[in-house]
């Protein structure tokens, strides 16, 4: 059946979240970006597009920018019964129609081969790709640094300034904007921040998992980084999950992050084998 009549294109309401929950559980076709917030959460925030097939909503595509240079695609899903290329294709247009006048760059993390298919036929193309690490067993011990380190727990006042390390720390497609890290904060396991001289110089958030735990984020200031900041917020991190009886800790970060490889390596991570692309795209 081809997605040609009785059909509209139209922003995603309050009244659609129903259905759009069932279409991300009960459908094949679903991505959803690996992200601190329910896809259902992002309704309201253009743009957030559905079908509306007499009636009925049978795709959504979901893609609001933040922080506000970068739109993630945080949902696309679809009904089985209707053709997915086609389905894509005109919720795609319809995006783009709204983020061209804007110019954004459009991002994302494809888990699926069949989603890769898709945006390899919309003309995205691979930027880089995202690799897991693992470590497990007893915690290192702590390594003696040139700065005067003192970790703490993050509290929620620190949050403006973890900010500000995050945007200093990454390029701008991996940034996190304030809203995205007081999801993270409000989520995390653990948080602590990194302090010499009363001065906030770098963070990490983790989340649980059922096998132990996950670095979600590490950030050091440019001008603290090669001083063993990071490698004492991680050290602190498995000791602190160690004395929970946690001995598992993932991490992901980018292929040709170089750095930061180094740090997990030194640290006892090895990789997992699992990867998964980035793909971008440019509205004009």
Not at 12 to 26: K, Y
Not at 82 to 93: G, T
Not at 165 to 181: G, M, T
Not at 196 to 210: C, E, Y
Request: hydrophobic share 45%; glycine share 4%.
């Amino acid at each position: 059946m081809a997605v040609k009549v009785d059909f509209r294109v139209r922003p995603a309401v309050d009244a659609d979240q129903r259905e759009i929950a069932n279409l991300i559980h009960f459908e094949a076709h679903v991505h959803r970006h690996l992200d601190w917030r329910n896809p259902l959460d992002w309704i309201g925030v253009p743009p957030y597009l559905v079908i509306d097939w007499n009636g009925r909503v049978v795709a959504a595509l979901a893609c609001p920018p933040d922080p506000p240079h970068v739109a993630w695609v945080r949902l696309f899903v679809s009904s089985d019964k209707l053709p997915v290329q086609e389905v894509w294709s005109v919720l795609w247009e319809a995006t783009q129609t709204d983020l061209g006048r804007k110019r954004k760059l459009v991002a994302v993390i494809a888990l699926q081969d069949w989603f890769r298919k898709i945006l390899r036929a919309s003309d995205f193309v691979v930027r880089q790709q995202i690799i897991m690490l693992e470590r497990k067993g007893e915690a290192p011990r702590d390594d003696a640094s040139p700065l005067k380190i003192k970790i703490r727990q993050m509290m929620t006042y620190d949050l403006p300034a973890v900010a500000e390390i995050d945007a200093e720390a990454f390029d701008p497609l991996w940034q996190y904007s304030l809203s995205a890290l007081k999801q993270a904060y409000a989520q995390a396991m653990l948080a602590t921040v990194a302090e010499a001289k009363h001065h906030l110089i770098g963070f990490q958030i983790s989340t649980q998992n059922p096998l132990g735990a996950h670095l979600a984020r590490l950030a050091v200031r440019p001008e603290a980084q090669g001083y063993g900041v990071g490698r004492a917020l991680v050290t602190d991190l498995l000791q602190t999950l160690a004395q929970r009886g946690a001995s598992r800790l993932t991490v992901n970060t980018q292929e040709d992050n170089e750095s930061s490889l180094a740090l997990y390596k030194k640290l006892g991570f090895i990789k997992t084998g699992d990867r998964y692309p980035v793909y971008e795209f440019q509205v004009r």
